[in-house]
């Protein structure tokens, strides 16, 4: 029987817990279930709380709660998916549970980083091997923690016919480029907003957690002038490495520069999408990729997608289901891969994209029965 792995990942959108199933046959990678777990109202609009600035009010033991609060909800998805798939939790190699990220500062000094979702409890309940707490290795290795899935991008979907770049629009969106040329190394970066401020702006307007196909963005019109002075932001500038997350790109950041103006809610939506778009654009353009490989929940925008086409159009782009993997679910088989790295011995992060000093082998293992 090949060895299982399962996934858990529930990224900067705050909107739901993704746990994908896998398995290593012949060390080729398969994708057996999936399930999905809307994060309950409640839970949700704590962790934005806490995610932002306003986390200053929010007491400490709070914290110390959701991060036993959040291990439950991962373990009766866990519990969930392999009910679904019929496999008993003693099937399963490990799971490897990225957590939920409450605060990501890579560039003070001393850097930090915090995934909330106990592995203890995890371990516990399911009674699996569980890894967890990656991002923190590589950042004491001197790196930004983030991105961590170019590795499993490489392994998944580099090929010496032509120049691919892998990009999840996620919260954040993040880029791995993948040379033709496979012997060079890979690069990969957050490129800055995905959604993240497409679904506060939508939130905070029309009372939706996010803006299904984009049909309001599609309503207004893209406004030049502050498109120009939100991409002259200095992250969208700064060179690689780097990462990012919501303590940067907020709605606080957003009103910096909406200023007085009383620009229309939808054209500041359309120009946010633009601000995506041209963000991503640029930070792939340099590489000159033939092939972009879409993943994440902002593949569902088809403003976003036609917009990518349009704004890079000698490269064709395309959702990853093209390759034969859901684009819903690379993240969190990203995750499982990185727990059967760990447990092998084998190094997760690579240094050409984080800026550690060295490959290290990244994560906690906490042990199951
Ligand atoms: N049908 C859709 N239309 C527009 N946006 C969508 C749709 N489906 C998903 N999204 C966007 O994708 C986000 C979730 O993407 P996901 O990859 O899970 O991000 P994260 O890893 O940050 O959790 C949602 O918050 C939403 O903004
Ligand atoms: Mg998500």
Known sequence: ???????????????????????????????????????????????????????EFTPLHRIAFLDIQLAKLYSEVVLKLLRQANLSPSKITAIGCHGQTIVHSPDSNPPYTWQLGDPNTLAELTGITTVADFRRRDLAAGGQGAPLAPACHQALFQTPTENRIVLNIGGIAN????????????????????????????LKHQQQICDYEGKWAKSGTVQTQLLNDLIKDSYFS????????????????????????????EDVQATLVALTVESIAAAARPYHPQRLIVCGGGVH????????AQSLPNCSVESSIAFGIHPDW?????????ARQTLTRQTGNLPSVTGARSPVILGGIYYGR
């Open 330 to 338: 690379i993240e969190a088989i990203c995750f499982a891969w990185l």
């Open 175 to 202: 880029i791995t480029v993948l040379p033709a040329e496979t012997q060079q190394p890979v690069v990969g970066f957050d490129t800055g907003v995905g959604n993240a401020l497409l679904d506060a702006w939508c």
């Open 1 to 55: 029987m090949p060895p299982y792995f399962i996934g858990l990942m529930s990224g900067t959108s705050i909107d739901a817990i993704d746990a994908a199933l896998i398995s290593f046959n012949a060390g080729k990678l398969q994708l057996h279930h999936t399930y999905r777990h809307a994060f309950p109202s409640v839970v949700r609009s704590e962790l934005l709380t806490i995610s932002q600035e306003s986390r």
């Open 238 to 265: 700064r060179t690689a490495p780097k990462s990012t997350g919501r303590d940067y790109f907020n709605i606080n950041w957003l009103n910096s520069y909406l200023g007085l103006q009383n620009y229309r809610l």
């Open 301 to 308: 925008n088809p403003l976003l997608m036609q917009g990518l």
